[in-house]
């Protein structure tokens, strides 16, 4: 059904491991330890290079990034508050599944914060930022023609982060950045089933528009509206894609 299921393995193998953490992520090199073993870790639940279900043990992961299991714990006791791991007493960890009823929740809750700051961006956006948000329409638009779906899905996702900063409320900005890598991780789980995303891409130019003349109103709702619609769309296709047999049945697991 798709490339990231691994139904009759749980386990990756150190090469496999190896694989999915060669990221190319300059922004982290002057981090500390723990907090660049937290982002490597991170982006790679977040892009499903590591894929829901999958059982990492922690000797193998010290292996391949060459670092004692000290900062490793510490990244991973982070990952595990933001529901992204499971740890497992004097093994490793698990990669959350997906959970329907968690996305449930998280979609009515970002409907809301995402609303505001849409609105709050349409009072305080400047020219860069609207040129900002031109380009990723472009891209998006020119994506769809070229039938990829992925790279439409990276636009997307950064579309509503650049409405999150805009809004230039930081407690806002960090409340939707919190739901941000279980959003995105859903979105290209479900990529093989989703269709052409062209009226996705006509309610960011709707919103866009109404961001343009200043309508705070407008733009917040037409925003809430558009998040209340597209995931819908998602959790129906996510629903279709869970296992039959899992004893779990509003999860994702490998």
Not at 101 to 116: A, P, R
Not at 232 to 241: A, G, N, V
Request: proline share 5%.
């Amino acid at each position: 059904m798709n490339n990231y299921l691994r139904p009759n393995d749980n386990n990756f193998s150190v090469q496999e491991l190896k694989n999915a953490l060669t990221l190319d992520l300059p922004s982290i090199k002057n981090l500390k330890m723990p907090m660049r073993i937290y982002e490597i870790v991170r982006i790679a639940i977040r892009e499903l290079k590591l894929p829901p279900g999958v059982m990492i043990l922690e000797r193998e992961l010290a292996e391949v990034l060459e670092v004692s299991r000290t900062p490793i714990r510490e990244a991973l006791v982070r990952l595990e508050g933001e529901k992204l791991i499971k740890l497992i007493p004097r093994r490793g960890f698990k990669v959350e599944p997906i959970n329907l009823q968690d996305l449930k929740e998280i979609y009515t809750v970002l409907e809301s914060l995402e609303g505001l700051a849409c609105e709050l961006a349409t009072v305080n956006i400047d020219t860069e930022g609207m040129e900002q948000l031109d380009r990723i329409i472009n891209y998006q638009t020119n994506y769809i023609e070229k039938g990829d779906l992925k790279n439409w899905s990276v636009y997307d996702a950064l579309f509503h982060r650049t409405i999150a900063d805009l809004s230039m409320n930081k407690r806002l900005i960090q409340l939707i950045k919190n739901f941000e890598d279980h959003m995105h991780r859903a979105r290209l789980y479900s990529i093989p089933l989703r269709p052409v995303p062209i009226k996705s891409t006509n309610e960011h130019k709707a919103i866009i528009a109404s961001i343009k003349i200043g309508d705070t109103n407008s733009a917040r709702l037409l925003m809430e509206s558009h998040r209340k619609r597209a995931n819908k769309e998602l959790l129906k296709i996510l629903h279709s894609m869970e296992f039959p047999n899992d004893s779990n049945e509003s999860s994702f697991v490998n």
